[in-house]
Structures are given as structure tokens and as C-alpha cells.
């Protein structure tokens, strides 16, 4: 465990390059949709813009590496022009698609879906060019990861799962973590509730903790509405994470994440 450390409450807002995220509105392919919607996040407080070009939604289809690579690139190349100062996250669990990042541009962090499992070479590719990782909690790939969701204790074992993926990176030369306990993926909708409930544990490990909850559907299928609808409970769900813990919100909408934060860190300096 590492000791107790405070970390900053940021936001970081979604970029997807991929014509297939399971929330429409997030989608941007042309450039200037791309530019739009970087300006967008800039002007409504984004920390961290953090760029996908697979869909790492449960059943998504594959994409071959070049493809990631290409959709990647467009995406950090238009968020470069448009904000040169912002801290940009790459979605993406392949080191090729990292190193390519990697090897032209910097104030880079690599988010992993697979924790470095994913692809051996993720782990000695972060620590060489000394960049954070986000370590996520999750089994299987998209394809598979819904079938893999048994756990005698879903909190525990994702806290005992992510310490261990944490040592091991560190041995690694992975020098800045960032944990992840990975809600909705490989986790069942009351499972993925327990995990929020009990996030205290998670985040004495003493790591920076990020969560991505926004309009997933562990949210909107109990209310019965649609991800388009499910703004005001994600937001909800954001204020419980951050009081037990969460310090990075990586979301759809970035100005009620901004607000919420705001409010929440007014609320705690009484």
C-alpha cells in the first residue's frame, strides 16, 4: 500500500474516434467535429481529454492495430491544435498504439482497460518514456468480459486484483499509477453498485483514483431511460464517488462534472 497522499479532483472528458461508442453524442470523426468538440471540452473546464479509437463497450467489434493507430493519431493531432497545454489520456490497451503516441508527443497518460494484462510490452513501453498509466480492473476482452463475472466478494477482490497489478507494474519501471476499479466491465449491474458503495477500499491503497461511470447502463436500465437521459444520474452517482474517494471523473459532460466538482470541494471546505 502506498501512503496516504492527496491528489487533485479532475476532469476528464471522453473523445471517442470510433464510430461505434454506445453513447452517440460522444462519437467525433470528421475534423471538425473533432475540433468542436475539443473546444467544447476546454471551454467547459476538462482537465484531461482522453482519446479512444477502439469501443471497449461490452461486444464491441475489434479493430485492427493500424486502424486504432490512425483514428488515435487524428484525434491527439486536432486536441494538440486546439489546446496545446492539455494533458491528454489514450484510451487504448495496445503498446503499439501507446508508442506511437509516445514517440511524438508528451504530457501523455496511457489508460488501460486490461491493467497492462492485455499486451506484455504495455508495461516497458510506459516505464521508458516515464508517462502515468490508469490501471483498470477487468477480465476477459470486450467480447468476453460480461461472461466472466462471478466474485465472492466484488470489492475485495477488485482491490486485491488492482494492489497486486500495481506491484507488479512498479517492479516494472511504472513509476505514476493511476486505479481504475473498473465499473461495468466484467461486473454485473448490483455488482457494479457494491463496488461504488464500497470505493473507500479501493482508494486506501493510497493511488490516484479515477472512475468511469458516465450514462453506462448499470445506470439508465434500472430507470428504465435511455443513455441520452441519464445526465442528471450520472451526476448523482459522481458526488457519491468523489465522497468516497474518486478523484479523476472521466465523463461524457464535462461542465456538470466541472460543477460538480466545484460544489463538492466548497461543500468539504466547511
Same mark, same amino acid.
Given at each position: 500500500?502506498?501512503?496516504?497522499? &492527496?491528489?487533485?479532483?479532475?476532469?476528464?472528458?471522453?473523445?471517442?474516434? !470510433?464510430?461505434?461508442?454506445?453513447?452517440?453524442?460522444?462519437?467525433?470523426?470528421?475534423?471538425? *467535429?473533432?475540433?468542436?468538440?475539443?473546444?467544447?471540452?476546454?471551454?467547459?473546464?476538462?482537465?484531461? %481529454?482522453?482519446?479512444? @479509437?477502439?469501443?471497449?463497450?461490452?461486444?464491441?467489434?475489434?479493430?485492427?492495430?493500424?486502424?486504432? %493507430?490512425?483514428?488515435?493519431?487524428? @484525434?491527439?493531432?486536432?486536441?494538440?491544435?486546439?489546446?496545446?497545454?492539455? !494533458?491528454?489520456?489514450?484510451?487504448?490497451?495496445?503498446? #503499439?498504439?501507446?508508442?506511437?503516441?509516445?514517440?511524438?508527443?508528451?504530457? /501523455?497518460? /496511457?489508460?488501460?482497460?486490461?491493467?497492462?494484462?492485455?499486451?506484455?510490452?504495455?508495461?516497458?513501453?510506459?516505464?521508458?518514456?516515464?508517462?502515468?498509466?490508469?490501471?483498470?480492473?477487468?477480465?476477459?476482452?470486450?467480447? !468476453?468480459?460480461?461472461?466472466?463475472?462471478?466474485?465472492?466478494?466484488?470489492?475485495?477482490?477488485?482491490? *486485491?486484483?488492482?494492489?497486486?497489478?500495481?506491484?507488479?507494474?512498479?517492479?516494472?519501471?511504472?513509476?505514476?499509477?493511476?486505479?481504475?476499479?473498473?465499473?461495468?466491465?466484467?461486473?454485473?449491474?448490483?455488482?457494479?453498485?457494491?463496488?461504488? @458503495?464500497?470505493?473507500?477500499?479501493?482508494?486506501?491503497?493510497?493511488?490516484?483514483?479515477?472512475?468511469?461511470?458516465?450514462?453506462?447502463?448499470?445506470?439508465?436500465?434500472?430507470?428504465? %431511460?435511455?443513455? #441520452?437521459?441519464?445526465?442528471?444520474? !450520472? &451526476?448523482?452517482?459522481?458526488?457519491?464517488?468523489? *465522497?468516497?474517494?474518486?478523484? %479523476?471523473?472521466?465523463?461524457?459532460?464535462?461542465?456538470?462534472?466541472?460543477?460538480?466538482?466545484?460544489?463538492?470541494?466548497?461543500?468539504?471546505?466547511?
Amino acid at each position: 500500500m502506498k501512503s496516504a497522499r &492527496t491528489y487533485p479532483h479532475r476532469v476528464m472528458s471522453i473523445l471517442n474516434v !470510433t464510430p461505434d461508442s454506445f453513447y452517440a453524442a460522444s462519437r467525433a470523426n470528421h475534423l471538425t *467535429e473533432l475540433r468542436g468538440a475539443v473546444e467544447r471540452m476546454v471551454a467547459e473546464g476538462a482537465d484531461i %481529454i482522453d482519446i479512444g @479509437g477502439y469501443s471497449t463497450r461490452p461486444g464491441a467489434d475489434d479493430v485492427a492495430v493500424q486502424e486504432e %493507430i490512425g483514428r488515435v493519431l487524428r @484525434g491527439v493531432e486536432v486536441a494538440r491544435e486546439c489546446a496545446p497545454q492539455m !494533458t491528454l489520456s489514450i484510451d487504448t490497451f495496445r503498446s #503499439e498504439v501507446a508508442e506511437a503516441v509516445l514517440s511524438r508527443y508528451d504530457n /501523455i497518460i /496511457i489508460n488501460d482497460i486490461t491493467g497492462g494484462l492485455g499486451d506484455e510490452r504495455m508495461a516497458s513501453v510506459v516505464a521508458a518514456h516515464d508517462v502515468p498509466m490508469v490501471v483498470m480492473h477487468s477480465r476477459g476482452t470486450p467480447q !468476453t468480459m460480461q461472461s466472466l463475472t462471478h466474485y465472492d466478494n466484488v470489492v475485495e477482490q477488485v482491490r *486485491e486484483e488492482l494492489a497486486k497489478r500495481a506491484d507488479w507494474l512498479a517492479e516494472q519501471g511504472v513509476t505514476k499509477i493511476i486505479l481504475d476499479p473498473g465499473i461495468g466491465f466484467a461486473k454485473e449491474v448490483e455488482q457494479n453498485y457494491e463496488l461504488l @458503495g464500497g470505493l473507500e477500499r479501493i482508494a486506501s491503497l493510497g493511488y490516484e483514483l479515477l472512475v468511469g461511470i458516465s450514462r453506462k447502463s448499470f445506470i439508465y436500465r434500472p430507470l428504465g %431511460i435511455t443513455p #441520452e437521459e441519464a445526465l442528471e444520474a !450520472t &451526476t448523482a452517482l459522481h458526488w457519491a464517488s468523489l *465522497e468516497r474517494g474518486a478523484h %479523476i471523473l472521466r465523463v461524457h459532460d464535462t461542465l456538470a462534472a466541472r460543477q460538480t466538482i466545484t460544489l463538492f470541494e466548497k461543500l468539504n471546505k466547511l
